[in-house]
């Protein structure tokens, strides 16, 4: 039988668009369009029973839902202990940390998502300022993880200032989504790219641009990586086959910060089914220990953790 996954990047879009409306990230950009396609909660569960996924991480659609995370804490409900909440809210509202703490108390929250809205902002303050110090500081007492996403033009500035940050909390998870390097680039960011003139270039074996960005990271343990199907997309399209990035992966950090994600709800080059497939395949060169780890356990030792 498959080794069982824990999915730790599963987005929703509930299709009630009267009870669940889209609205901006923020006041100065424009209300989302709704979107063509939905991945219910129910559609999450029966695709996750159908490829022996345990648990799953909801974490919230910004550029959809913005900072009403109701869709997501109310499926959790419906499925508690299978489906984990992670939530988005303004890091620069005072608010944010008492709201959060709530929310975590009765709502099963397990996790807070920090999330820029463009990749060509290039500024420190969504992650760093005094406000956002806050709420690092309110994961850090409740022992729920932080996530975050980065956008490649950001890593050089960034991936050290986080690396600060995670010394401040050392027993707080944190976790890059797609991995905080290279291989990390979304299609968002490539099309941006190719409009302004600019080469995509991917980095090569052995190393994968790991050892110019990320590496910063081998010896601060309570940083963790998530490999999804954006890493995937540009595995794929570089002819690389993912075990082996994964297994670089391993090679610097060790067997216990590796985790994956589907990224359902918004990467659709591939179905659920082929999402869980690569996922099992980018294990293919991990022993049989590794690759539980990488696809289960450790997300499992994560949230279950938390709160």
């Not at 879009?13 to 709704?34: E, N, V």
């Not at 709420?135 to 991936?159: E, N």
């Amino acid at each position: 039988m498959d080794l069982p996954l824990f999915d730790t990047h599963a987005h929703l879009i509930s299709d009630d668009w009267d009870k669940y409306q889209p609205k901006a990230l923020r006041p100065d950009l424009p209300t989302p369009a709704r979107t063509n396609f939905t991945v219910t909660v129910e559609a999450l569960i029966e695709m996750m029973d159908a490829h022996n996924v345990s648990d799953a991480c909801l974490v919230q659609r910004g550029h959809l839902y913005g900072y009403d995370n109701s869709y997501i804490l109310d499926s959790a409900q419906r499925f508690p202990g299978r489906l984990h909440p992670v939530v988005i809210l303004d890091p620069q509202d005072p608010e944010t940390p008492g709201a959060y703490r709530d929310m975590v108390k009765n709502r099963h929250v397990r996790g807070f998502r920090m999330a820029h809205t463009r990749p060509y902002i290039l500024d420190t303050a969504w992650i760093s300022s005094p406000a956002a110090m806050e709420v690092w500081k309110t994961c850090a007492d409740l022992g729920t993880p932080m996530t975050l996403i980065l956008f490649m033009k950001q890593l050089p500035y960034l991936l050290p200032l986080i690396k600060i940050i995670a010394r401040q909390f050392p027993d707080l998870p944190i976790l890059l989504d797609h991995g905080g390097m290279p291989f990390g680039m979304t299609q968002y960011e490539v099309g941006l790219a190719k409009q302004a003139g600019e080469e995509v270039v991917m980095p090569k074996a052995p190393h994968f641009g790991i050892d110019t960005t990320i590496a910063l990271f081998e010896d601060v343990p309570n940083v963790h990586f998530k490999i999804t199907e954006i890493n995937m997309e540009r595995l794929v399209a570089e002819d690389v086959r993912p075990a082996h990035i994964v297994r670089r992966m391993v090679d610097s950090f060790g067997p216990d910060r590796l985790m994956w994600g589907s990224d359902v709800g918004q990467s659709m080059l591939w179905n659920y089914t082929e999402k869980a497939a690569m996922a099992r395949a980018a294990a293919d060169f991990l022993t049989e220990e590794e690759s539980r780890k990488f696809l289960h356990d450790n997300a499992a030792r994560v949230y279950s953790a938390a709160g």
